[in-house]
């Protein structure tokens, strides 16, 4: 996929507000060569995806392994509106708390006082973390408005060819 069409997409209304939603579900292969999908906060800096974890995170290994990745962006209603994102993982190790870190987890419903708590229980717990760093190389958008999923859209050719013969 170019880099043109991928800017685009991601540039449309409904990417957009996925992208600003605070959790996405990242697939990968794990050690043992079977599917993982796990839901973990993210970050959009406009370029990337940055997603953050622990130093001793099982899923580190195995991104340094085969660091192809996707994700899923998506919503709770009908029609839901769905991102398909696929790149490749970066790994950044990094001392401290990195900044997206906190801001990630900053769209949390927290009072200030209980935010405060948060963060120095956070910065108690963690000498350093991992930046997960995905550059999208693919992406889908589907929002049943404009965009199906491929197979939905076989389907409604289908269809049309045969009530047009």
């Given amino acids: 996929m170019e880099q043109t069409e991928i800017t685009e997409i991601l540039n449309r209304p409904y990417a957009r507000e996925l992208l600003g939603r605070d959790l996405t579900r990242l697939a990968y292969v794990a050690a043992d060569g079977t599917p ?3 839901p973990i906060a993210f970050t959009w800096n406009g370029a990337q995806i940055v997603l953050c974890t622990t130093r001793n995170s099982p899923k580190l290994p195995s991104l340094r392994r085969n660091p192809q990745v996707a994700l899923t962006i998506d919503t709770e209603v009908h029609p ?8 490749r993982a970066e790994l950044d190790d990094v001392d401290g708390i990195p900044e997206e870190y906190l801001q990630m987890n900053g769209s949390y419903r927290m009072s200030a006082e209980q935010r405060v708590e948060w963060e120095a229980e956070v910065r108690s717990l963690y000498d350093g973390m991992v930046r997960i760093v995905i550059t999208p190389t693919w992406v889908k958008l589907i929002d049943f408005e404009t965009t199906l999923p491929s197979a939905v859209e076989e389907l409604v ?5 045969r009530q047009n013969a």
């Fill in 36 to 38: 993982r999908a796990v």
């Fill in 80 to 87: 839901p509106k769905i991102l398909l994102i696929r790149g």
């Fill in 157 to 161: 050719r289908q269809r049309a060819e």
